[in-house]
C-alpha cells in the first residue's frame, strides 16, 4: 500500500523560499504522476504542479516561474521548490500520487489522484 508524506513547509516572510518534500513507502514511485495541491481556509483545493513518470511538468498559473518540481525516484522523493513566496501561497500543501496516468503529461485535477499525504502547512507573514 503506497503512503505518502509531506515535510519542509514551515513559517516564512515574503520573498522567501521552502521546499517541500513528498517521500513514498510501500513500492516505488517509478510509475506515478506525482501532484502537489494546497488548499487555504475556506477555499476548495487547487492544483499547484505535477509531475508526469515521464518528467514531464505543469504549473499553475499563479506559481509559474517561482516553483520548481522535480522527482528522484531512487529516493521516493518528489520535491517542490517554492521561492518568492506571497502571502496567497499560505495554505496546507499535499503530495498525491497518479496511477493510472500516462507516461507524456500529467493534469492537476484532484480527482485523478488515488493516494494522498496528511498534508504541510506553509504560512507567510503579512
Known amino acids: 500500500q503506497l503512503q505518502l508524506v509531506e515535510s519542509g513547509g514551515g513559517l516564512v516572510q515574503p520573498g522567501g523560499s521552502l521546499r517541500l518534500s513528498c517521500t513514498a513507502s510501500g513500492t516505488t514511485l517509478d510509475y506515478y504522476a506525482i501532484g502537489w495541491f494546497r488548499q487555504a481556509p475556506g477555499k476548495e483545493r487547487e492544483g499547484v504542479s505535477c509531475i508526469s513518470s515521464g518528467g514531464s511538468t505543469n504549473y499553475a498559473d499563479s506559481v509559474k516561474g517561482r516553483f520548481t518540481i522535480s522527482r528522484d525516484n531512487a529516493k521516493k522523493t518528489v520535491y517542490l521548490q517554492m521561492s518568492s513566496l506571497t502571502p496567497e501561497d499560505t495554505a496546507v500543501y499535499y503530495c498525491?500520487?497518479?496511477?493510472?496516468?500516462?507516461?507524456?503529461?500529467?493534469?492537476?485535477?484532484?480527482?485523478?489522484?488515488?493516494?494522498w499525504g496528511q498534508g504541510t502547512q506553509v504560512t507567510l507573514f503579512s
Open positions: 498525491a500520487a497518479d496511477p493510472l496516468a500516462v507516461r507524456a503529461m500529467c493534469v492537476m485535477s484532484p480527482l485523478r489522484y488515488d493516494y
